[in-house]
């Protein structure tokens, strides 16, 4: 009989879909479109359901969070859904003491600072993230044939958080570790990348259909500096997931000179942010890897005319492409038009119907 590899897994008819045939570089039918935060603010039925519910909070009940990762799906018809959680969830779980400030992020009580700091963060184990299991148990019959992206942080992206101890724009205790005392940073990053690969792993044992880590900040790293001290950690990440057959997705912001470091960290997908275009970030990245982005987010507060023009010049980027993603460029702003987003993805469907 006709069976996929992945048969027993998931539905065919998930594997077959354009997003996970995008992410294989096959033939689609469309290009597929998903946005990155495409779950939050900028949806009213959003703002609804997380009423008086810490962030948090929110990420730990799994009713919540599966009808928050439908909500855009239902409204927009991306290709795919992403988990609705945050990149801090593991840490929470291993009894890290943070929290997401409203209007803030992510806010660590006592930073990591020291090597005595580094025993805090234990192992994940399935047990601890129970509610992430639960979730996509719900989700799976909800979503049918639309793929679920799960996703995690990247080690450097949470070493930031833990160093600075909260959101920051120059990230000099993280650095001021990473050039000062190589070794504890390279313990604190391979510990981190132990809890991201067992994060993902839990993920994807429920259900999920592709990973993606999220390196946002690593951008503020030089090449020299990404190669010595991040790499190896992300690498391992990948390399820990790679047996498991879902396509991996690598993505930071204003990464444009580590495209190709990126690339070769492991991943299947390459994310780009808006400013390099896909033709030139093809060339960095080498052959054998699919491109996800890369519209301006802001973009979209231009009007409708503007957003196609936008669009437009991105799929033409695209065009020489093995495998592209349609995405922006980072997270949909949360004052975004809901029905801006909504166009968008009719108009790129169309615009790339074969
Ligand atoms: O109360 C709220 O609504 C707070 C806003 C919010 C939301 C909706 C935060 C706080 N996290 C989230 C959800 C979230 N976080 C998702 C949802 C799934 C979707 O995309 O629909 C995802 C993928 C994340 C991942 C995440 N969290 C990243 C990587 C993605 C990116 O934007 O680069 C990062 C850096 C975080 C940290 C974080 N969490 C929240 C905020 C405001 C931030 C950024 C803070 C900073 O500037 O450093």
Redesign the pocket.
């Known amino acids: 009989a006709n069976v996929s590899p992945t048969a027993g897994m998931q539905p065919t008819a998930t594997y077959d879909s354009p997003f996970l045939k995008a992410c294989r570089r096959e033939p689609v039918p469309h290009t597929p479109v998903w946005f990155?935060?495409?779950?939050?603010?900028s949806l009213p039925e959003y703002r609804k359901v997380?009423e008086g519910i810490g962030?948090l909070d929110s990420c730990m009940r799994p009713e919540l969070v599966a009808e928050i990762t439908l909500q855009?799906v239902r409204r927009h018809r991306v290709d795919a859904a992403?988990?609705?959680?945050?990149?801090?969830v593991p840490l929470k779980a291993i009894g890290i003491d943070l929290d997401?400030k409203?209007g803030i992020?992510?806010v660590v009580e006592q930073p990591v600072r020291t090597r005595a700091d580094l025993a805090r963060l234990r192992d994940l184990t399935p047990e601890d993230v129970s509610y992430v299991t639960e979730a996509i148990g719900l989700l799976l019959p909800e979503l049918g044939s639309t793929p679920l992206i799960g996703?995690a942080?990247a080690p450097f992206?949470l070493a930031s958080y833990l160093v600075e101890g909260g959101?920051s724009r120059t990230y000099e205790n993280a650095k001021a570790m990473m050039y000062g005392d190589p070794e504890l940073w390279a313990d604190l990053l391979d510990r981190l990348a132990d809890i991201t690969a067992a994060f993902l792993k839990v993920q994807i044992e429920a259900g999920v259909s592709a990973v993606q880590l999220?390196d946002?900040?690593a951008g503020a790293l030089a090449p020299a500096d990404y190669r010595r001290s991040v790499l190896s950690a992300s690498a391992k990440v990948f390399r820990e997931v790679a047996d498991h057959g879902v396509p991996r997705i690598h993505f930071g912001?204003g990464t444009g000179e580590l495209l190709g470091l990126m690339g070769e960290a492991g991943a299947d997908v390459v994310g780009v942010d808006w400013r390099v275009p896909l033709d030139e970030a093809a060339r960095r990245v080498g052959p054998g890897k699919a491109l996800q982005g890369n519209l301006d987010p802001t973009v979209l507060f231009a009007g409708r005319e503007a957003v196609e023009a936008k669009a437009q010049e991105v799929l033409e980027s695209a065009a020489g492409l093995e495998g592209h993603i349609f995405n922006l460029g980072?997270?949909v702003m949360p004052s975004t038009e809901a029905d801006a987003l909504t166009h968008l993805v009719e108009y790129v469907h169309t615009r790339t119907a074969r």
């Open positions: 990155m935060r495409q779950a939050g603010r997380r962030m855009p992403i988990f609705f959680s945050d990149i801090v997401i409203p992020g992510p996703f942080g992206t959101p999220f946002s900040w912001v980072h997270g």
